[in-house]
């Protein structure tokens, strides 16, 4: 009957330390990646945000309606020029894939900035600083400054636009922000 | 038979035990307090702000976790590919206690979680604009098992439900080999920088029902000097992918 105790201690730390090896503590959702991939061996991607549906905040000073109802904003002359918007975004299909902080900001003479930050938690981050000013076309381009988990060793192009909802139904969106990627991977890595 | 089969399945469960008295008290899986940049010779930005959602700008999580959103019709992340992240916007204090800026952070729980290595990973990244100064965008993994052990457990095993003390601990893991967090500076004075920083939280109260209590966090930033070799290392070019310009109304955000 001891051995049997002793062995039965030797297979529960055996079968706990093979559930924790194999049984993942943490299962992100991946949604599939609704990826095209360019001649060059780039690759463009296409994400938008339904506004007002998608927005989780509007940080600026001087707004009439808070969003969400209750955000207290710094009425510090430091956040003057400053709006921060939280997002959720969209992949091509529709389905949320992530969330995304874009702010804007005038920088006197140092110039306006644009710059958004998209997370997809089971894929990582990408880090894009726009141009202030629209190109013709209406549509604005930024680049890729940073990336992490798989956008770390790519570089690539970002343009943003907005799109208004011409759609007569009742339960239309006000438009959509489309972001619209193009990556590739760095030379030195390839 | 049956007393053997009794021995055995009683055996199994001090087996169990045993492994989970291990997993916790075990010392190769300590954090290291000291931070990494603590011995670097360039400047070193540091922020301070509050990791209590209460004193957050906005915080929202899927609406049913241990933490409540605030405020509280902030709009929550309950779609499954966002279930397992927080969104957190926040003022960020400069080492006086003066306002500095605004840091946005997105923070999720990483599937590199393993509990045998006392690894219960999050991936975070911040996004950080200082009015007159520039902005950042930090990209990091933490490691919260530290913080686990000496905090929130603590805080279950009281029969207060609740934990009170002193915790100071770094939370940075990666993905710089030293522990500590990628930085890019995107703007301002930060503009073209590629550096480190470390992220730390120093704990006071925990509650089992409301989460931290009194818990400040702490953004080091390491700058470096112009034409360091760190500097020089992101004046990369971008490629020549090229978006065919849409005929679409301008911009109207």
């Known amino acids: 009957m001891f051995k049997s105790f002793i062995a039965g201690i030797l297979l529960g730390v055996a079968l706990g330390v093979a559930a924790l090896y194999y049984v993942p503590a943490v299962d992100q959702v991946r949604e599939q990646s609704m990826i095209e991939v360019k001649p060059n061996g780039g690759n463009t991607e296409s994400f938008h945000i339904n506004v007002p549906i998608d927005r989780i905040m509007v940080g600026a000073p001087n707004q009439q309606v808070a969003l969400p109802l209750g955000l207290e904003w710094p009425s510090n002359n430091l956040f003057a020029g400053i709006r921060a918007e939280l997002f959720k975004i969209r992949n091509a299909k529709d389905i949320v894939v992530g969330v995304a902080s874009r702010v804007a900001a005038s920088g006197g003479e140092r110039g306006d900035i644009i710059e958004w930050v998209l997370h997809l938690p089971a894929r990582g981050s990408v880090y894009l600083t726009m141009q202030p000013e629209a190109v013709i076309g209406g549509y604005r381009v930024g680049e890729l400054r940073a990336g992490t988990r798989e956008f770390s060793l790519l570089q690539g192009q970002v343009t943003e636009r907005w799109i208004v909802d011409t759609a007569a139904s009742d339960d239309a969106t006000a438009g959509r922000i489309e972001l619209k990627t193009e990556f590739v991977g760095r030379l030195e890595d390839q | ?253």
């Open chain 2, 1 to 253: 038979m049956m007393k053997y089969v009794i021995s055995l399945i009683i055996g199994m469960l001090v087996g169990i035990a045993a492994l989970v008295l291990m997993l916790y008290f075990n010392p190769l899986t300590s954090q290291n307090k000291l931070s990494p940049l603590s011995v670097t010779d360039n400047d070193v930005i540091t922020l301070h702000y509050s990791a209590v959602a209460q004193d957050s700008l906005i915080y929202t999580n899927d609406g049913e976790s241990q933490v409540d959103p605030h405020p509280i019709k902030v709009l929550q992340l309950w779609e499954p590919a966002i279930r397992l992240t927080r969104a957190m916007a926040t003022v960020l204090l400069d080492s006086r206690g003066q306002t500095a800026g605004i840091g946005i952070k997105f923070s999720s729980d990483s599937e590199s979680s393993n509990i045998l290595d006392g690894a219960a990973i999050v991936d975070s990244v911040w996004h950080i604009y200082l009015p007159g100064r520039g902005s950042l965008f930090i990209g990091q993994s933490e490691n919260y098992w530290s913080y686990l052990r000496k905090v929130v457990i603590p805080a279950y095993r009281s029969s207060g439900d609740n934990w009170r003390g002193t915790w100071y601990g770094n939370i940075t893991s990666g993905p710089g080999a030293l522990g500590t967090a990628r930085v890019v500076g995107g703007s301002g004075d930060f503009s073209g920088i590629d550096t480190e920083a470390v992220e730390a939280l120093s704990a006071k109260a925990y509650s089992v029902e409301l989460g931290p209590v009194a818990i400040d966090g702490e953004l080091l930033i390491e700058i470096p000097r112009r034409g360091e070799p760190d500097n020089a290392a992101t004046e990369e070019s971008i490629g020549s992918l090229r978006i065919d310009p849409p005929d679409e109304p301008s911009y109207s955000l």
